[in-house]
């Protein structure tokens, strides 16, 4: 095994213990892990990524739904329109973007930079939700559910998710919480199961297309990342959540922006 491989499957167990414990962020590591150590293309990698998040999450849906953190009623309220957009993002709207989108004397903006940068952006702003304070409102176990907005809401998720190939659990959770009216640890269970469906959905766009996938890698990957969820389930028993979150958060911020400038000004 490539040293590169071998320290991208190392930093695979963070990437689910991210996903343990805060039911979003696997995605947001896993992208960058394959870009820049792993040496897949980024295109390739956003696919990846889906299969591997798609995984992880199962699993740890699983051990939520066994604490009975999980509620099954906005797993389909959610996951339906999700599923739509991802799908359809993945089979149709990302393998028809153009390799080169522009291009002048000096500057060629590719099909690849641009998704990075675009998947820099999605991380900067989950950042900032991760960083600001999440206060579960007062009446989370009530109130009137707005379904109407709640599936617009899913299909913006899962277009975002399957554009850049994340799981969605950082744009998921805060929905959950504010729209869904859900306590937020019934929500990062919710969130994991939603995220599971619709990354293996998302996936199954890429397979049958012109990407040859390297299903030693991403097996590979997925059980180093689902050993995390394990380590990841069981600390968040053990520290508060959000004190994890917000240092997470910094973490995606510092990362976003490196993305961007990497891709902008050294690529």
């Known amino acids: 095994m490539e040293i590169s491989h071998l320290i991208g499957n190392v930093l695979a167990v963070f990437v689910g213990i991210t996903l343990g414990m805060l039911g ?44 009975q953190l999980v509620d099954f009623k906005k797993v389909v309220l959610f996951g339906v329109p999700t599923l739509i957009a991802v799908f359809i993002t993945r089979k149709f709207i990302v393998p028809n973007i153009p390799d080169i989108l522009f291009s002048t004397a000096t500057f060629t903006l590719q099909k690849s930079v641009f998704i990075m940068i675009v998947f820099a952006i999605v991380m900067i702003v989950a950042s900032i939700k991760m960083i600001k304070p ?46 869904a009216k859900t306590p937020m640890k019934m929500a990062v269970g919710t969130s994991l199961f939603i ?68 891709e902008l000004i050294f690529h």
């Open 195 to 262: 995220v599971s469906t619709q990354s293996l959905i998302g996936f199954l766009g890429d397979v049958g297309g012109n990407q040859i996938i390297d299903w030693q890698l991403i097996i590979t990957f997925t059980v180093c990342a689902s050993v995390g969820i394990f380590i990841g389930n069981f600390i968040s028993k053990k520290i508060a959540s959000n004190k994890l979150k917000v240092g997470f958060g910094w973490f995606v911020l510092a990362m976003g922006i490196y993305i961007i400038i990497k």
């Open 24 to 67: 979003s962020g696997g995605s947001i590591l896993s992208v960058p892990i394959l870009v820049y150590v792993m040496g897949v293309e980024p295109v390739l990698a956003t696919a990846y990524s889906l299969f591997i998040v798609g995984m992880s999450a199962m699993i740890g849906g699983i051990q939520k739904a066994n604490q």
């Open 134 to 179: 999440m206060k579960e409102l007062a009446s989370s176990n009530g109130g009137k559910l707005n379904y109407f907005a709640i599936f617009f809401q899913g299909l913006l998720i899962g277009f975002i998710a399957g554009f850049v190939g994340a799981g969605g659990g950082f744009l998921l959770i805060p929905a959950l919480v504010f729209m």
